[in-house]
């Protein structure tokens, strides 16, 4: 099967690889990461490692990150003679690990799932173990780990029901690559029984919670905010709607829906933050159709042009939804009010905000289940419902203020997974 794997692989790479590079050249994407990706300019990096233990960490992305930063931090303190290794696939990932991950001693972008690169990466690398954030499996380096004694862990794991299916369809190439894995630390029991279904041994699961908990909470600093603050101009007790992670044909129903909101408060502002950029000149265009045409995009401010009286704010750069989110008076959560599976409550609810999302809300079924309990989330089936319960909340501000205390108050009473998480791998060191 790893034969037919790195057929496919081949296959896809000659495809992809001219989109690619017309990306580095036209844009400047990728251009910090790709010589990486192919082995290159690691050796220099990894040079200065100490003599002690070394441990590797993988997170994808930013919302990774987000779950690794405490388990590092954790694992530093139960074994200062660890040097750890941290990677990242993308480019925002590493920005954000090398601004939150203290602990790490190097920081390289993770190699392309080529075996020749791999086998380069890991000889300069020389892990002692390899721990994989989520559900991250390459098959061809969780091989190559096996083939060199190196340890390999799931930290965080977390299988959405989309995943799950696709997984399943193919159970008979996945079992063979989770036989690579020594163990897999999951977020849930759904989680960790999806792992089982897979083809992963029960007897190498462990169910030890969310660490992105445990992360959120500790980012969350009036510094941040100050930040964030003074960069929109925001004025005192100035009124935010924010939108976030939100996908195509959510826009539309946001700017609808705060149309309906300034006509009964006038002085409302509203941020808008796609999760992907490249569609901001799709909203852009929606909000002329709508004729408003004083908004400001981040990529703007950063220029150095001030937010004056623009009532709309576009933000168009990656990494900055989370600090985006104090500012909020309400928050829209995205990828929900479409089929997308939904995106990160926690992020908002860490600031103590009341969070309205859709009914698709599979990838986060159990943040939902933890914060409509408290009463800190709220679903909504569209337009009109999330009309309706804006207006409500603003109505009754003291309500509104408490019910996104007791979301702020789940994140709180469910911190404690990253020393189990530490712990797993210490153990494995």
């Known amino acids: 099967m790893h034969i037919l794997y790195n057929i496919i692989l081949f296959g896809a790479a000659i495809i992809i690889a001219p989109y690619y590079l017309l990306k580095i050249i036209f844009t ?3 251009r910090k990461s790709f010589i990486q990706k192919l082995g290159g300019r690691q050796a220099e990096v990894l040079a200065g490692l100490k003599g002690g233990p070394r441990v590797w960490i993988h997170a994808v992305s930013v919302g990774e990150v987000t779950a690794a930063a ?3 931090a954790c694992l530093k303190v139960k074994r200062p003679d660890v040097e750890i290794i941290f990677s990242t696939s993308t480019e925002t990932g590493q920005k954000m690990a090398r601004k939150f991950i203290k602990e790490a001693a190097a920081f390289i972008y993770f190699p392309l799932d080529i075996l020749p690169i791999v086998n380069k990466v890991i000889k300069m690398a020389r892990p002692d173990v390899f721990v994989l954030v989520e559900t991250e499996l390459w098959p061809n380096f969780l091989r190559a780990c096996k083939t060199n004694g190196i340890k390999t862990l799931m930290v965080n794991g977390r299988i959405s029901p989309r995943s799950y299916r696709r997984y399943r369809l193919t159970r008979f190439f996945w079992k063979r690559v989770l036989n690579n894995l020594d163990a897999a630390g999951m977020i849930s029991g759904i989680d960790s029984k999806r792992l089982k279904r897979i083809g992963m041994d029960c007897a190498k699961i462990k169910v030890l919670g969310n660490a992105k908990y445990d992360g959120l909470a500790a980012m969350v600093s009036p510094a941040l905010q100050e930040e964030i603050t003074r960069r929109f101009n925001a004025r005192v007790n100035e009124s935010f709607f924010v939108a976030g992670s939100t996908h195509e044909g959510e826009e539309k129903i946001i700017i ?21 950029i490249e569609r901001t000149n799709d909203i852009l265009d929606l909000l002329k159709q709508a004729n408003f045409n004083d908004f400001i995009t981040l990529t703007d401010i950063n220029k150095g042009r001030q937010r004056k009286d623009e009532r709309i704010i576009i933000v168009d750069v990656i990494g900055e939804l989370f600090k985006v989110y104090s500012l909020a008076t309400i928050v829209y959560c995205g990828g929900s009010l479409v089929p ?6 926690l992020e908002a609810a860490a ?8 009914p698709s809300m599979e990838d986060f079924n159990q943040e939902r289940t933890l914060l409509e309990e408290a009463g800190g989330g709220i679903t909504i089936r569209g337009e009109d419902e999330l009309l309706r319960g804006i207006i409500q909340m603003l109505a ?4 509104m203020a408490s019910r996104g205390e007791r979301g702020k108050a789940v994140v709180l009473a469910n911190i404690g997974a990253s020393a ?3 712990a797993m791998i210490d153990k494995h060191i």
């Open 28 to 30: 400047g994407k990728y």
């Open 70 to 72: 405490p388990i590092a």
């Open 256 to 276: 609808h829906v705060y149309e309906e909101i300034i006509k009964l408060y006038p002085d409302f502002k509203l941020i808008i933050v796609p999760r992907h």
């Open 340 to 345: 997308k599976g939904g995106q990160n409550i």
């Open 351 to 358: 600031w103590g905000k009341i969070i309205f999302y859709g």
């Open 396 to 399: 009754h501000p003291e309500e």
């Open 420 to 422: 189990g998480y530490a």
